[in-house]
């Protein structure tokens, strides 16, 4: 069986909602809590519809950089979904944290959940969190989650403690770190022993073979076709990475020394129908992971909200800017030190 996470865009918006009533639906029996009386798993009486209630989960097409909705599939099919915050949205001051994590009952006690995180959790190195239920009731989910990071979780293990979480209520609140498996900020895959279980990567360098999908792609963004010979300098030497989705281009990212000798991120582009799914910054990721100990420069005009909201979630600091460049929307500089 072969399991994918994938960032899911809004182009498969409805896929993930169509999952959420089911899981709302398990919560419903470990929690003890009654639908509204329209029948819909809301505290509001005045919400009515289950797409009256899809609307409260904008934010999360919103956020890129911050918050990621991703699809589990298995064989292509829809198997669960999880939803993983960062910055402002984690408790505990950890990275990230596991905000909403669904398997379907057909999928579970077959290690579809445990590669499906294990995968997650190497694709954000850093600090978690995740909570669940505690209780005679969830012991399913608290037993999952306790083998899920006795195989996972980085070299310090993790911790468990029951406390009230101000957002949640009464939880069981996980603590761990994990780090990224493989160079380039790729995760080549998961198996579980014997099952034959397997996540793909979506990021690797881009090959000739990429190029026109590659100038399509930069055409349809910036609304012409005159980089072309830029993107084949990048593709030629080594300096392009592409984001590939069921084996369709989803963004590229070029990088150079363009910028006073410096490693500088020169492009970065992401397809419309994919953004604010992660994309952009698992690009970041591979390109910072290629360069492990070196100072990193990029920029972004002004006026894009979304990439500054990325950089600054990844650690970058604004370095300066740049006016005449484009009229009347300044460049902003950014630099991420190397780690100590």
Known sequence: MNIS??????????????LYPLYLH???????????????????????????QQGEFDIWWEKEGLLFPYLILADGIPAGFALIASGP????????MVNEF??????????????????????????????????????????FWRKSLARHAGEDGYTEEDLELEHFGCSKLFLFSSAAETSGGVSEGTETSGKGIACSSDVRKASMADLPAIAALDAKAVGH?????ELEKHVR?????????????????????????????????VDPD???SGVGRSLMEAWEAELPGHKLFTSTNES????????????????????NLDEGDPEIIYCKPPVA
């Open 274 to 276: 994919d953004r604010r």
């Open 237 to 269: 030497s080594g300096c392009c990475l592409v984001s590939l989705r069921e084996g369709r281009l989803a963004g590229f990212a070029a990088h150079d020394r363009s910028f006073f000798g410096q490693r500088f991120l020169q492009l970065i582009i």
């Open 89 to 96: 949205y984690t408790e505990s001051g950890s990275d990230y």
């Open 102 to 143: 669904f398997i379907l009952r057909p999928y579970r006690g077959k290690g579809v959940g445990e590669a499906a995180a294990g995968e997650l959790f190497r694709r954000h190195p850093g600090s978690w969190s995740l909570f669940t239920t505690p209780g005679e009731r969830n012991r399913g989910s608290i037993s």
């Open 5 to 18: 996470v994938e960032p899911c865009g809004l182009d498969r918006k409805f896929i993930l909602m169509n």
């Open 26 to 52: 398990d919560l419903a029996g470990i929690r003890e809590v009654l639908p509204n009386r329209c029948g819909v798993f809301e505290e509001d009486d005045g919400i009515q519809t289950l797409q009256e």
């Open 225 to 229: 076709g005159g980089r072309l010979a």
């Open 304 to 323: 894009n909200k979304p990439m500054q909201q990325l950089c600054e979630a990844m650690g970058y600091v604004r370095s300066g800017v740049v006016d």
